[in-house]
């Protein structure tokens, strides 16, 4: 399995803007799809985007036309493109890849 790193979480306005990037350390990403999961205190992991090997992307509703997943294959590299962020967007935001987990990055969303 590979390991993953999870980078570009910090503290926002709401209506802001942030980039988080998802890394294979020592690794590739698996030709399956690479998704982005995020956990709140007292709620239970959710799915937030996925992107497969062909580009193809899907979302949960909660993101629908505020996030944008994309991959950049040659960097190894997953992005999760966050706009107009909500402060019910925070949480801690995970990617994921073929069974495999990164440590988590914390987005804060206030005011």
């Known amino acids: 399995q590979v390991q993953l790193v999870e980078s570009g979480g910090g503290l926002v306005q709401p209506g802001g803007s942030l980039r988080l990037s998802c890394s294979a350390s020592?690794?590739?990403?698996?030709?399956?799809?690479v998704a982005w999961h995020r956990q709140a205190p007292g709620n239970q992991r959710e799915w937030v985007a996925s992107?497969?090997?062909?580009?193809?992307?899907s979302y949960a509703d909660s993101v629908k036309g505020r996030f944008t997943i994309s991959r950049d294959n040659a960097k190894n590299t997953v992005y999760l493109q966050m706009n107009s962020l909500k402060p019910e967007d925070t949480a801690v935001y995970y990617c994921?890849?073929?069974?495999?987990w990164g440590q988590g990055t914390q987005v804060t969303v206030s005011s």
């Open positions: 994921r890849n073929s069974g495999s």
């Open positions: 020592g690794s590739i990403f698996s030709p399956s799809v």
């Open positions: 992107v497969n090997s062909v580009g193809s992307t």
